[in-house]
T-cell receptor, first 111, second 113 residues
């Protein structure tokens, strides 16, 4: 089992460019999440998906869109990247109420 | 005010000592609490969770919860240099359809050999 995988691992964008961060899990989990982590701010929830076909906003959704493509995959899209979106992005998944499993992260820099 | 507060540290302890990490939360509706460990440049991994008042032990780790004081702590006994990491406290409030967590900013622990 690979667990939660994320691509790419690193990305540099120019202001205004768009990109999609990919996340996939092979644990048959219903729930998936996107977080961003910034120094001094901790992990903040961007969007989550409780089950296939549903998505909801988290704490910091502005500037992002998501797609729950199927049960395995949950993508995060930046339509017009801004320097304020420079961050480390983590995808996570969970089945029970207890444990969220995190992917390795994507380090994004917006110039 | 952030809903889950942690001292950012660094908390420095000598090898073999007990490390005490603390966390307070503001939402009295929070029912379960989680401690994640995050090594530099890596993703968070779950160490323990607790939802009942009192202590919960797992090996060298003990989580403590006091809902009246809205306080959660993690004790690490016999601290090792490999325990050096950032420890994230998270609170969960059941009320939605899924397991949403609110994270603190984390406490950096440094165990000195």
């Amino acid at each position: 089992n690979a667990g939660v995988t994320q691509t790419p691992k690193f990305q540099v964008l120019k202001t205004g460019q768009s990109m999609t961060l990919q996340c996939a899990q092979d644990m048959n989990h219903n729930s998936m999440y996107w977080y961003r982590q910034d120094p001094g701010m901790g992990l903040r929830l961007i969007y989550y998906s409780a089950s296939e076909g549903t998505t909801d906003k988290g704490e910091v959704p502005n500037g992002y869109n998501v797609s729950r493509l199927n049960k395995r995959e949950f993508s995060l899209r930046l339509e017009s990247a801004a320097p304020s979106q420079t961050s480390v992005y983590f995808c996570a998944s969970s089945e029970s109420e207890v444990t969220q499993y995190f992917g390795p992260g994507t380090r994004l820099t917006v110039l | 005010q952030k809903e889950v507060e942690q001292n950012s540290g660094p908390l420095s302890v000598p090898e073999g000592a007990i490390a005490s990490l603390n966390c307070t939360y503001s939402d009295r509706g929070s029912q379960s609490f989680f401690w994640y460990r995050q090594y530099s440049g890596k993703s968070p991994e779950l160490i323990m969770f607790i939802y009942s008042n009192g202590d919960k032990e797992d090996g060298r780790f003990t989580a403590q919860l006091n809902k009246a004081s809205q306080y959660v702590s993690l004790l690490i006994r016999d601290s090792q240099p490999s325990d050096s990491a950032t420890y994230l406290c998270a609170a969960q409030n059941y009320g939605g359809a899924t397991n949403k967590l609110i994270f603190g900013t984390g406490t950096l622990l440094a165990v000195q050999p």
